[in-house]
């Protein structure tokens, strides 16, 4: 079992940056791969980045240019830094935690809002 605690969000002006975090507990931090996902108010949860756990780190080709993420094995932690901020970036942002080996569970956190608006 792995938890997973988000946070960073909060409300910013357009154009503005917020630095979300996510810590995970409960597992090997080296087995597992990390993903944020983000869901807007009536829109389907969608995939913005990921960071496996040999340091590969893919991103959404929406997403590129903007948003980095970043993982700190050592703090059991990863990062998603969000820069030029849009009104379309609002959503409930996600970290999920997938084990790299069978039997590949999957874990998420409660979700951190972030509300991007003058």
């Known amino acids: 079992q792995v938890q997973l605690v988000e946070s960073g969000g909060g409300l910013v002006q357009p154009g503005g940056s917020l630095r979300l975090s996510c810590v995970a507990s409960?597992?090997?931090?080296?087995?597992?791969?990390m993903r944020w996902y983000r869901q807007a108010p009536e829109n389907q949860r969608e995939w913005v980045a990921a960071?496996?756990?040999?340091?590969?780190?893919n991103y959404a080709d929406s997403m590129k240019g903007r948003f980095i993420m970043s993982r700190d094995n050592a703090k059991n932690t990863v990062y998603l830094q969000m820069n030029s901020l849009k009104p379309e970036d609002t959503a409930v942002y996600y970290c999920?935690?997938?084990?790299?080996?069978?039997?590949?569970?999957?874990?998420w956190g409660q979700g951190t809002q972030v509300t991007v608006s003058s």
């Open positions: 999920r935690a997938g084990a790299e080996r069978p039997p590949y569970d999957v874990w």
């Open positions: 409960g597992r090997p931090f080296n087995t597992i791969a």
């Open positions: 960071a496996l756990s040999d340091g590969t780190i």
